[in-house]
């Protein structure tokens, strides 16, 4: 057996804390890496922006639809086997992901907290209806009232939802076991919510690089699909 499956089979209140890392088995870029969705654009955080988005939606719209929407992409062995310890052992899963892989991969929406929204969530500004992605690919006004679409994600400069802000730090306060996966815990306030974690939690990250965690915490620097392929629901 492996450390990181003796470590969620001892623990009572699992949470997993995701990010994009998770999702490149599954066909997905990264964003901060060499190849990944940033590389090569010019000013990606303000294509991503509140400011964008309302000042040239049209940038914003092109640079999701071109780059950010993966329809083919299917959940990988580490969203399986998180959303089975979500099934079997009420862990909690937080993911910057904006992609619903941990959702599609079957875990419970009490049981999830999406911290920087869905991409699938697509509505209009004008009128509050909602449009399917498809919808929004084609188009990004919307065809009952000519409204400018969006998607549900958090753009940078907008808040947090408090409710998922609310739910994470209360699943975070009360985990005996706090396991980050695939992000370079750079990005806050999603960084941050470690703070909230137990002194008397154990924390444990999954990473292949190296990244900056509390002393305490185990560091498994390895390919994060493998490291979930040995692990099994006791």
């Known amino acids: 057996m492996t450390e990181l499956n003796d470590l969620l089979n001892e623990a009572k209140h699992v949470v997993f804390m995701t990010g994009a890392g998770v999702s490149t088995a599954s066909g997905i870029p990264d964003y901060r890496s060499k190849n990944g969705l940033y590389s090569g654009q010019e000013a990606p955080e303000y294509l991503l922006s509140e400011d964008c988005w309302h000042k040239e939606p049209q940038k914003h719209y092109d640079f999701v639809t071109q780059s950010m929407i993966y329809p083919q992409a299917q959940p990988n ?37 999406e911290f920087h929204g869905e991409l699938s969530h697509v509505y209009c500004q004008k009128c ?11 188009d990004m006004h919307h065809q009952n009232c000519g409204g400018i679409l969006r998607t549900g994600i958090v753009l940078y400069g907008e808040q947090i939802n408090e409710d998922n802000l609310r739910r994470s730090l209360t699943a975070i306060s009360a985990a005996d076991l706090l396991v980050v996966v695939g992000t370079s815990f750079v990005v806050y306030p999603f960084a941050g919510l470690i703070s909230y974690c137990s002194p008397r939690a154990k924390l444990v990250a999954v990473n292949k690089q190296q990244i900056t965690i509390p002393d305490n915490g185990v560091m498994i620097q390895a390919d994060a699909t493998e ?6 629901v006791e």
């Not at 904006?98 to 907290?113: E, M, R, S, Y």
């Not at 909602?130 to 084609?138: G, I, K, N, S, V």
């Open 77 to 113: 062995v580490i969203h399986e086997k998180m959303a089975e310890f979500a099934q079997k052992k009420n862990a909690m899963v937080i993911t910057q992901n904006i992609d619903g892989l941990h959702k599609k991969a079957g875990t419970p929406d009490k049981n999830l907290v």
């Open 128 to 138: 509050g209806k909602q449009a399917t992605l498809e919808e929004y690919q084609h």
């Open 227 to 232: 490291e979930f392929a040995k692990v099994n």
